[in-house]
């Protein structure tokens, strides 16, 4: 009797595999365990291939896009200025770290870093804080910058008088203006290319609103896509104004999704994670607390392969041509050489 309960429950793990997908995502290949780059024999050839560097900025976002030898920014992580003094702003800054990546990893042979352009996905410093040391940099130069408009009458006074938005928006501006760089403000969702990359902006239009939120509500999202491989960057997204609501709307189903807002939960609602079905997950943060139940809401939800920029010092995500996407664990060692 046991015998035949055993078969019959195989065969119905089989039958339900091929009904109904649980034996994996049907998008494209399952992702696989993160390997250690620098234990690869033969490393991929880094300024050939299509990807995307998710560097280990401890809580915050710096994103370094690359395909088809082209490089783009979003956000430049948290930096070291206080400019009110504040003592919960005293906050530890990784703008020389993403400089050197940059110049390790993007550089010409004169080591000269071109990036297409920049993204500050909104005016909190632990996204857009680095950019004013990085884009002063001599050896950088940066073809436009996507920056929508700061506007403290949208914002809850509790974040104006204690945070530094006005200051870290007022300085990427300065340094944009002082290197020349056209700032596109009013963004329209328009796809453009980088590589072979297609990209789509989310979030580009603000709600008609008297009520007053915060700068996360401003947060631009961004969809990349590649032969059908489907990649979405959340920034600090959040529902406020019905953000998250339209953009999985829009979205649909993705294969890599950097989670929102560090993955806080109140920002990974459980109806976008059904809309996105990612099988590759990317947390800019370590493996805390605050993203504990986010961890836990999307493993039952839909068992992607979680990754960490901060458990795993940096990911690197190698978009193939075929659906495939490798990634790849501390890629932030030997910085201060190229590993292509």
């Excluded at 065969?11 to 994996?24: D, K, Q, T, V």
């Excluded at 290949?29 to 033969?42: H, S, Y």
């Excluded at 980088?194 to 999202?221: A, C, H, R, W, Y």
Aim: proline share 4%; net charge negative; glycine share 8%.
């Amino acid at each position: 009797m046991k015998r035949l309960i055993s078969l019959f429950l195989l065969f119905w793990a089989i039958l339900s595999c091929m009904l109904f997908g649980a034996c994996g995502s049907s998008k494209g290949p399952k992702a696989e365990p993160i390997t250690d780059l620098n234990t690869v024999q033969e490393e991929p050839e880094m300024k050939t291939i299509d990807c995307i560097h998710f560097l280990n900025t401890g809580n915050s976002d710096a994103i370094l896009l690359q395909s088809g030898g082209r490089f783009a920014m979003v956000d430049s992580g948290e930096d070291t200025d206080n400019p009110r003094g504040f003592p919960g702003l005293a906050l530890e800054g990784f703008e020389q770290k993403v400089l050197a990546y940059l110049k390790a990893h993007a550089a010409d042979e004169n080591g000269k870093v071109h990036l297409d352009f920049v993204l500050g996905t909104h005016a909190h410093s632990d996204h857009i804080g680095g950019f004013d040391t990085i884009l002063a940099d001599p050896d950088v130069t940066a073809d436009r910058a996507y920056l929508k408009r700061y506007d403290s009458s949208k914002i809850n006074q509790s974040e104006i008088d204690d945070w530094d938005n006005q200051e870290v928006y007022d300085q990427m501006i300065a340094v944009l203006q002082a290197r020349n760089i056209p700032v596109i403000s009013d963004l329209d969702g328009t796809p453009f290319r980088l590589g072979n990359f297609t990209i789509t902006l989310l979030n580009t239009d603000d709600p008609v609103s008297e009520e007053k939120v915060g700068e996360n509500d401003q947060s631009v999202g961004m969809l990349i896509e590649k032969n059908g491989t489907r990649i979405f960057l959340g920034a600090d997204m959040e529902d406020a104004t019905g953000d998250l609501t339209r953009a999985a709307a829009q979205i649909g189903k993705v294969d890599l999704f950097k989670a929102c807002h560090h993955g806080i939960d109140g920002n990974n609602p459980e109806f976008l994670i059904r809309a996105l079905s990612p099988r590759i997950c990317v947390i800019t943060s370590y493996e805390v607390g605050h993203n504990k139940v986010f961890r836990k809401r999307i493993k039952d939800l839909c068992d992607p392969q979680i990754y960490f920029t901060g458990t795993e010092d940096g990911v690197l995500a190698v978009i193939g041509d075929n659906g495939e996407i490798t990634c790849y664990s501390h890629i932030h060692e030997n910085e201060e050489g190229d590993r292509s």
